[in-house]
């Protein structure tokens, strides 16, 4: 019987010892693989490379993936038959990936590696937006996933080296110090402990002060003299105003329902008078006259010789005066085209937009009919760069449209996307426009190429734009009874459509 035992003891030692040495066997004795080692993840963007040691045996190797420590075979996301170094690829910067290694042969699967874990660079900050105040400029962003603080950067150049301004937790900044009327251009990155993301998007904008001056009732047209005066309309007031170069009323003149007004090369007044189909004439030695002209006559301009051009919205044409007054002739610009704007180019072409037709109108300095184009839906006001480019602003379709001639006799339109119900636009000597947006209180300044360089906020309603000498631009606020004077935002003075004598 105890022979009987020692044999049973003895053989159920030699087949623990068996069993041990099945259960730990590596591949190179026919068992499963043993466990990768030297497992390493390494950030990119969007982007990680893991790496590992080659096990002996081993034909292949199964990656195991989370966003959640503590990945297991079961709980991880499985990516099979991966080789070292493995790239896995469109993953979200600030995120935090982890992962786990095993080894395969013909005989199963080892146990998983240590976990290794990184986190991605952080996403590129978003929605970065600049408003410009007195010497400075507000800049804020929205939150970027796995940043624990953003950089901000500058530069006076659109393509130009960018500055790094400051390090912040926050989703915004204020940066102050800053010259007005200089155009900023800025970028946001955001950073954590695995780097700093690439460049948000870049936005512009001006620091400026403004004014804000009294008006008269519902101001609309407004011109400024060669002396620095601004003259307002005030449309339902029927006066117009002259104000100061610093904002003082100096003169009241009782005119009925004035809308359009520009200034001839003598300094003489003229201004449209809506309800009763006339223009009236403010002649600098204290006169006034009144001629008669189409239905609703709503904007002028002045020609090279003193001619003035009239645009009478609902009867369809153009009117064309003599520096005295005398009818010349009367245009037409084609049936239901409600003629509102005007400007004149160098050539002396005469520029107008069919308000109700959605056009611009060419026609020639004798009244012929050149070409009509199409634009936008509702195009009201228009300007002449000093390239002869044509800008219209479309108020119902809240797009720009720049006209530009093709050699040899062509005219090509291109359109940007504008503000909410444009109604008013100025171009400075140096190209830049700037358009008043109707329904929310601002101007918005624009490069000679279409790019916005700038937003101000001015009064209720802004209406339309002049430019003073000193880069001032003039707006009429018509829902607060107000002029916003922007100081120092332009170069002026005011290049077209013409106020005065500032023929190139």
């Not at 190209?431 to 906020?457: C, E, H, Q, V």
Request: hydrophobic share 35%.
């Amino acid at each position: 019987m105890i022979k009987q035992k020692a044999i049973l003891i003895t053989g159920l030692i030699l087949l623990t010892i068996y069993l041990n040495n099945c259960g730990s066997k590596s591949s190179t004795n026919g068992g499963t693989p043993s466990v990768p080692q030297g497992v390493t993840a390494t950030a990119g963007s969007g982007k990680i490379t893991i790496s590992w040691t080659a096990v002996a045996g081993a034909s292949s190797y199964n990656l195991y993936w989370s966003n959640t420590s503590g990945v297991t075979l079961t709980n991880g996301t499985k990516i099979a038959d991966v080789t070292s170094p493995y790239i896995q690829t469109g993953l979200t910067n600030g995120l935090t990936y982890n992962y786990v290694i095993t080894a395969v042969n013909a005989n199963g699967e080892s146990r998983q590696s240590a976990q290794v874990s990184v986190t991605l660079i952080p996403s590129v900050p978003q929605n970065l937006v600049a408003s410009g105040g007195d010497s400075q400029i507000a800049l804020s962003w929205s939150t970027s996933t796995g940043t624990t603080s953003y950089n901000v950067y500058d530069s006076t150049t659109s393509s130009g080296q960018f500055t790094k301004v400051t390090s912040t937790a926050a989703t915004s900044y204020t940066m102050t110090g800053l010259t007005n009327g200089t155009t900023y251009y800025f970028v946001v990155t955001a950073v954590n402990s695995a780097g700093e993301s690439l460049y948000s998007n870049q936005v512009v904008s001006i620091p400026y002060t403004s004014c804000t001056y009294d008006a008269g009732l519902y101001p609309f047209g407004i011109a400024i003299d060669t002396s620095g005066d601004i003259l307002v309309t005030n449309f339902v007031g029927s006066t117009i105003i002259a104000l100061s170069p610093t904002g003082s009323i100096i003169k009241t003149y009782n005119v009925l329902n004035p809308m359009g007004i520009a200034i001839d090369a003598s300094g003489n007044i003229w201004v449209t008078n809506w309800s009763v189909g006339s223009v009236t004439e403010l002649l600098t030695t204290g006169g006034i006259g009144t001629y008669n002209v189409g239905t609703h006559p709503t904007n002028l301009a002045i020609d090279a010789t003193g001619n003035v051009w009239v645009t009478n919205r609902d009867s369809a044409n153009v009117t064309k005066l003599s520096s005295t007054g005398t009818i010349i002739g009367t245009y037409s610009t084609g049936a239901s085209s409600g003629p509102q704007s005007i400007a004149i180019d160098a050539s002396g072409d005469v520029w107008v937009t069919g308000s109700y037709n959605n056009t611009v109108i060419e026609l020639s300095s004798t009244g012929i009919n050149i070409a009509i184009y199409g634009v936008g839906t509702g195009p009201t006001a228009m300007a002449i760069d000093p390239s002869g480019n044509i800008w219209v602003v479309n108020d119902l379709a809240d797009i720009i449209s720049k006209l530009y001639k093709v050699p040899p006799n062509g005219i090509a339109i291109e359109s940007y996307a504008a503000g909410p119900d444009q109604s008013g636009i100025a171009i400075d000597t140096a190209g830049n426009m700037y358009i008043a947006n109707y329904d929310n209180a601002t101007i918005t300044k624009r490069s000679s190429s279409g790019s916005i360089l700038g937003n101000f906020n001015v009064g209720t309603q802004p209406q339309n734009i002049a430019i003073d000498a000193s880069g001032n631009a003039w707006v009429t606020n018509y829902g607060s009874n107000t002029v916003t004077e922007l100081i120092g935002i332009a170069k002026g003075p005011q290049y077209f459509p013409y106020a005065g004598p500032q023929w190139p």
